[in-house]
């Protein structure tokens, strides 16, 4: 049985929660494999609405095996807040396994998150959950704490001795009067007595979960034009988002990942700052933000850009995942327009432009070159066949396997988990 796969393959918000919580009913374990809490899953089962931030959408799958990967930086206290959550709505949290190899978002990150954006004349959106600031301790090394040493109680007070007066100077640079050993020391043991039960290798559980031929699927955050290398620099989140990370981030080689399924709205959106060719700043954005797709950010509830569906920017996406299949969601917003426009390339100072720039400044000065679909006009809200869908929609779904190059597995027409077009199992041998 497989390892799949699951990413975004735009700016994020895609619906990669709904897709995973779907998945997860044929997994026996999902593994969420980067980003930390400034990721938002949204899923609705029933008429229940669940917002999941750390804890894998597969949470909702009874006995399906949770795991937050070594790729993952870790708020222990929003883990908490989460558990807490969903144990008061009756939801078994036994099956959450915690990386011991997970770093640690600590209480300085959101700080310097956030002090550090007001001081850039360049603003990169970010949530100011701390999670750049986390990262960027990881790679230096110095000042990281990982998980298994905030377990130990004896290492994680020497870590925070040697850490947390450097931590001070840095704060001390925008005038933070910075941080006490002792204080750090017991709101985090705390957490840790909380946590502690569900913290192993997990590495050593996915790997054997996948030799023993059971399903496993990956879970990934954000979105692929906000990975760290591949996605529109420097407005971008802080790991690698893309398919590639997920065998770093869960701790396995790439030869247990058999197939990649990108998640990819009937549109697009972006929260935050950076060039966006095909946005739609009148009344046809806000019916699509407002009036149709509910389009605000699960972690920050800023309101989200809203534009057309551009195919440049997916074959790019594509192509740095090797994604063979996507699911298209939320294609219900579009019931009410006559007419659908499909970017299929970008007109830049009188070139045709059709593989996705490096350069923002390119990016920002292109125009998209439409194709004009006509819409459907009628309601494919909660439709679960395909032979139900109105011929024009399904029109426009071929349209779009054909121009990014990459066949539709699933079609989402709603919020709830019912409300899917499976086209193929994901999780069937090739």
Not at 66 to 82: L, S
């Amino acid at each position: 049985m497989p390892g799949v796969v699951v990413v975004g393959l735009q700016w994020g918000d895609e619906g990669k929660g709904k897709i995973v919580d779907y998945l997860a009913g044929q997994a026996n374990m999902v593994v969420r494999f980067q980003g930390g809490n400034n990721a938002g899953h949204t899923v609705v089962v029933g008429n229940e609405e669940f917002k999941l931030h750390l804890i894998p959408s597969g949470i909702l799958s009874p006995g399906t095996l949770c795991i937050i990967g070594n790729g993952v930086v870790v708020n222990p206290k929003v883990v908490i807040q989460e558990l807490d959550g969903l144990k008061k709505r009756g939801i078994d949290i036994s099956g959450l396994r915690i990386s011991d190899r997970a770093h640690l978002i600590m209480p300085w990150h959101p700080q310097l998150d956030q002090l550090q954006e007001q001081s850039h004349v360049i603003k990169l959106g970010t949530t100011g959950r701390g999670i750049g600031p986390a990262y960027i301790d990881k790679a230096n090394r110095y000042n990281a704490i990982r998980v298994i040493d905030w377990i130990d109680p004896s290492f994680f007070r020497r870590r925070l001795e040697e850490v947390i007066p450097y931590i001070n100077k840095q704060l001390a640079l925008y005038n933070h009067p910075g941080f006490s050993v002792q204080e750090v020391f017991d709101e985090y043991s705390a957490y840790a007595d909380q946590l502690r039960e569900f913290v192993c290798n997990t590495s050593v559980l996915v790997d054997q979960a996948l030799r023993s031929g059971q399903n496993v699927l990956f879970e990934g955050a954000q979105g692929t034009l906000l990975d760290i290398d591949h996605g529109t620099y420097p407005f971008v989140s802080s790991s690698s988002g893309t398919a590639g990370g997920a065998a770093i981030g869960a701790g396995v080689g790439p030869t247990r990942i058999d197939r990649v399924m990108g998640v990819v709205k009937a549109y697009t959106t972006r929260v935050g700052e950076g060039p966006f060719p095909t946005e739609l700043s009148g009344a046809e954005g806000a019916l699509i933000r407002d009036g149709r797709g509910r389009e605000y950010g699960t972690t920050t509830g800023r309101p989200r850009r809203c534009g057309w569906f551009d195919v440049v920017m997916l074959r790019h996406a594509i192509r740095v995942n090797g994604a063979d299949a996507i699911a298209l969601t939320k294609l219900d917003v579009l019931d009410v327009f006559e007419k659908i426009y499909v970017c299929t390339a970008y007109r830049y100072r009188g070139q045709i432009l059709t593989e996705f720039p490096a350069s923002l400044e390119i990016l920002g000065e292109c125009e998209p070159v439409y194709e004009e679909l006509p819409g459907w006009n009628c309601s494919t809200e909660g439709i679960s066949r395909l032979e139900d869908l109105p011929d024009k929609a399904r029109a426009y779904a071929d349209f779009l396997s054909a121009q990014i190059g990459a066949k539709v597995a699933m079609i989402s027409v709603g919020w709830r988990r019912e409300e899917t077009i499976l086209l193929e199992n994901m999780f069937a041998k090739q």
